[in-house]
């Protein structure tokens, strides 16, 4: 083989390399993992706050709470008190950083309690109390739900019905949104499939209950694409 093949050999290996993303394509995606453990009983963790969208009167309490039934560890962080049950209450805690627009998020949600409503799940590409999208499984009705909320007002974009779970049960909501691309996937089974162009802009990620429900949340991981 003579030295000129041997470099256009090369060249045609480099150049396939790069249009394929070389080993920098592990890099496509940024993890922060949230598991409470290390944040002090009846806080919030750092930067975390709660709120309530439709908030009428006094927010519901959020905390970090020791429960040996967690998926690991012993901390979880939970919805502790309920201040306003009305059905139009939705209420949330969450963090402005990471900042979440494509790639994964996924957390383990226990419904505790809650006669209207329970159950719950995740936030993400939050603005502001009133506009995010939000993923919720309720074990009163036994359906999964793609929802969202812009400026306060709830709609649903994705539904999956008749999958039972029960209350006090940890369940594990996984969601993959690239661009108006999303999937909403329930303990390990890909169930909602949506195209949404209401919220395209990058935001904040969070939990989500719904006027009386008390839930406990775990292991909340979020996978944000690197542009």
């Known amino acids: 083989m003579t030295p000129l093949v041997r470099l256009l050999i090369a060249v045609i290996a480099l150049c396939v390399f790069v249009i394929q993303g070389g080993p920098a394509s592990a890099q496509t995606t940024s993890e922060t993992r949230f598991t409470f453990e290390d944040v002090a009983h009846n ?81 993400w590409r939050v603005k502001d109390a009133s506009n995010y999208y939000v993923a919720r499984y309720n074990p009163l009705v036994i359906n999964f739900r793609l929802y969202y909320v812009k400026d306060g007002d709830r709609k649903m974009i994705a539904d999956a019905g008749d999958i039972p779970i029960k209350t006090r049960e940890w369940f594990t909501i996984k969601i993959v949104h690239k661009g108006d691309k999303i999937e909403g996937w329930l303990n390990g089974k890909k169930l909602l499939d949506a195209t949404d162009k209401t919220l395209p802009e990058a935001g904040g990620v969070g939990v989500w209950t719904k006027a009386d429900a008390a839930s406990s949340f775990d292991d909340f991981v979020v996978r944000s694409a690197v542009k």
């Open 43 to 123: 806080t919030l963790p750092a930067e975390w706050k709660s709120d309530a969208t439709n908030k009428q009167g006094a927010p519901a309490a959020w905390g970090i709470i020791e429960d040996y039934e967690a998926p690991s560890g012993v901390n979880i962080l939970a919805l502790r008190k309920v201040q306003d049950n009305q059905g139009s209450i939705f209420n949330i805690c969450w963090v402005s950083q990471p900042e979440f627009q494509d790639g994964e998020i996924e957390v383990k949600v226990r419904g505790d309690s809650g006669k209207t409503d329970q159950g719950g799940g995740p936030i």
